[in-house]
């Protein structure tokens, strides 16, 4: 199994910044890739950002591209999602995933592509 422990999130300012972290553990854990995904009030879980461990590629939803980072911390097998400039429209619960294993890049978007699931962090952008 694979555990994936969430840390960070909160209330931020509108213009503010935020690091999201996720750390995955277990006896059948590979680094291939991880995703963060969130989910608005109503809303659909919408991908923001993933890591290719497999490449060292990493990919972002337009709507975030150029001002979320993500990297990754192979000795801690972290990763991390630095949110800088924040709207309120960022207001969900994000969800870091990793798949069970080797996905390729046309699917690393796609919420079927991952196995496990972190527990969800609040993240709330006021205006």
């Known amino acids: 199994q694979v555990q994936l422990v969430q840390s960070g999130g909160g209330l931020v300012q509108a213009g503010g910044s935020r690091r999201l972290s996720c750390a995955a553990s277990?006896?059948?854990?590979?680094?291939?890739?991880m995703g963060w995904f969130r989910q608005a009030p109503g809303e659909e879980r919408e991908f923001v950002a993933a890591?290719?461990?497999?490449?060292?590629?990493?990919y972002y939803a337009d709507s975030v591209k150029g001002r979320f980072t993500i990297s990754a911390d192979n000795a801690k097998n972290t990763v991390y999602l630095q949110m800088d400039s924040l709207k309120p429209e960022a207001t969900a619960v994000y969800y870091c995933?990793?798949?069970?294993?080797?996905?390729?890049?046309?699917?690393?978007?796609?919420?079927?592509?991952?196995?496990?699931w972190g527990q969800g962090t609040q993240v709330t952008v006021s205006s």
């Open positions: 890591f290719s461990w497999s490449s060292g590629s990493t």
């Open positions: 277990g006896r059948t854990f590979s680094r291939f890739a």
């Open positions: 995933a990793v798949p069970r294993g080797f996905i390729f890049a046309q699917a690393i978007r796609l919420l079927r592509a991952y196995d496990y």
